[in-house]
């Protein structure tokens, strides 16, 4: 049940009777918090002797209770989209692929395009989908539906027409036109190769996108998300103020924009951290590589079975210098998409020149995925102080299958989260959303358990990279408030700091952690105010 406008203060609220992780060293546990406003203003035995008669109280019934969950990865414009779109994650065939797409187009009006879908080839054994699949299915609809990972996207032929990409094209830098044996496009466009066709199709309206959000958000609340780090467009900030302004905002924003908007922000003093509890900007998204899943992630040594294939660099390491250097004199932190060992490697050599020329300053790089390291460059996040921002739930995605692409060897430092915690290495967990599920416990428990979900990794995938419950609620709550400059506001359960919790109709710490991703939320607060309630729980 949604509660309208978290955003205006609340009166007193004592959370009582509950088994409370802080995610603070100082007090790891406690039974008791109380809340004046949007803060917390006292914790255990304290709580209750200051609460007022007139406080509204909580009974959480001996349940579990930890910080608000931050989310430091999402697409949340589009994961919010895409609830509505064609929903293809979890096609297990070819056929059900194209029944789903046909079956969309006739609820769609004539000419309406369709997009996202999520689709995941490896579902039904590797095949990449062509058009020829769609064209018939979708007729009078331009089609341009994208793999999960977001790094490639499947285009009908007449979405081929319309981005004038015929039989001559050419592959732009960074991305791949995939063709047939006679030339002829498949309708397979990899990384930069889909800018083509994204300016073509129609941008939803405000209204629209409006009332996706707010879909959005009641899922966020649902799976005790209370922030998120998101990879925002420079259209979505405004969005957001305008649903803080008419207090719809149920999630607290820190948007990451992309690299051409350093002149712009720097232009009015925009630095790392601006802006209030609500909504914040300064961080600044470029892309390295592409993805594991589309081939295009960047390896030092080539793709098993494609002698010739070592990935895709959006662009040259001067280029990627150049825009990051600049970004990083105007005081704004650099959230970094890197996948393949190469990739990482090459923007860690970029810090470096950074760091050597540019003026020192609390700078929190960020390395978004993170997901092949080279074992050299774990020695080199942690004496750059890099934090690896990555996304537990993609491993046990990427586990069924990742073998294939790059073989034994270099699965050893596969999502090496173990690793990197031992090399004193910050951690910090998100989802990606769109690209995997919003919700935190299932990232919880793919951390601690590394099962894949064909379930052929009972034990765990590369399991001596499992890390404890404890380590991976930290990577979700005082990690990630670290990460983005707000580890004086929240992250955890301490007097002062934002009244951000998530109770838990099951306790972590006391069930088999096997079952984590089975454990549903009860109570998501956030500010001091409730924000989902599960029916079970109270209505």
């Known amino acids: ?150 790094h490639m996207a499947l285009a009908s032929s007449e979405a081929l027409r319309i981005a004038g990409i015929g039989p001559g094209a050419a592959d732009p830098p960074g991305g791949t036109i995939v063709k047939d044996t006679a030339g002829q496009p498949t ?169 050597a020329g540019n003026a020192t300053w609390d700078r929190r790089w960020r390395i978004e995925h993170a997901q092949h390291i080279a074992p050299k460059d774990f020695a080199r996040f942690r004496d750059l102080a890099v934090v690896a921002s990555m996304q537990p739930y993609h491993l046990i995605d990427d586990g069924r299958w990742a073998e294939r692409r790059i073989g034994r060897e270099r699965l050893a430092t596969a999502y090496a989260f173990r690793t990197l915690l031992d090399a004193g290495v910050r951690l910090t967990f998100g989802s990606d959303w769109f690209v995997a599920p919003l919700s935190p416990l299932r990232g919880i428990h793919a951390a601690v358990t590394r099962r894949t979900l064909d379930g052929a990794n009972p034990g765990g995938w590369v399991p001596e990279q499992k890390i404890s419950l404890e380590e991976a609620l930290t990577a979700y709550t005082a990690t990630a408030a670290w990460s983005a400059f707000e580890e004086a506001e929240k992250g955890r359960l301490a007097p002062g700091l934002l009244a951000d919790a998530v109770v838990l109709e099951r306790d972590l710490f006391r069930i088999p952690p096997e079952e984590i991703a089975d454990v549903r939320v009860a109570l998501t607060i956030v500010g001091g105010r409730v924000a989902f309630r599960s029916t079970p729980y109270g209505g």
């Open 187 to 355: 309708g397979m466009l990899k990384d930069a190769a889909m800018d083509a066709v994204w300016p073509r199709v129609p941008e939803p309206s405000e209204p629209q996108v409006l009332r996706a959000l707010d879909a959005g958000l009641a899922y966020a609340a649902s799976e005790g998300v209370t922030s998120i780090q998101d990879m925002c467009s420079p259209r979505d900030p405004p969005l957001f103020a305008r649903l803080l302004r008419e207090g719809r905002l149920t999630v607290r924003v820190y948007c990451r924009e992309p690299v051409e908007r350093v002149p712009e922000l720097a232009a009015v003093g925009v630095t790392a951290g601006f802006g209030g509890p609500w909504l914040k900007l300064g961080s600044i998204k470029m892309f390295v590589d592409g993805s594991l899943g589309s081939s295009t992630a960047a390896f030092f040594e080539p793709f098993e079975g494609e002698p010739e294939n070592r990935g895709l660099e959006m662009q040259s390491a001067e280029e990627l210098y150049r825009a990051l250097a600049a970004a990083d004199r105007a005081r704004l932190q650099l959230s970094v998409h890197a996948i393949g060992d190469r990739a990482i490697s090459d923007l860690l050599d970029v810090f470096e020149r950074i760091r």
């Open 1 to 150: 049940v949604m509660t309208p406008s978290p955003q205006s203060a609340a009166g007193w609220l004592l959370l009582e009777n509950g088994r409370f992780w802080t995610a603070d060293s100082s007090m790891p546990w406690t039974d008791a918090v109380l809340v004046f406003g949007e803060r917390i203003a006292a914790l255990g035995g304290e709580a209750r002797e200051r609460a007022p008669r007139s406080a509204e109280r909580i009974d959480l019934g001996g349940r579990l209770a930890v910080p608000g969950f931050i989310d430091s990865h999402t697409h949340f414009r589009a994961g919010s989209l895409g609830m509505a779109a064609v929903q293809l994650r979890d096609a297990r065939s070819p056929e059900e692929f194209i029944r789903r797409i046909r079956d969309h187009a006739a609820a769609l009006p004539p000419g309406a395009w369709i997009t996202e879908g999520n689709w995941d080839h490896e579902n039904w054994g590797g095949e990449l989908p062509t058009r020829a699949w769609i064209d018939s299915a979708a007729a009078g609809h331009p089609v341009f539906v994208s793999r999960l990972d977001g």
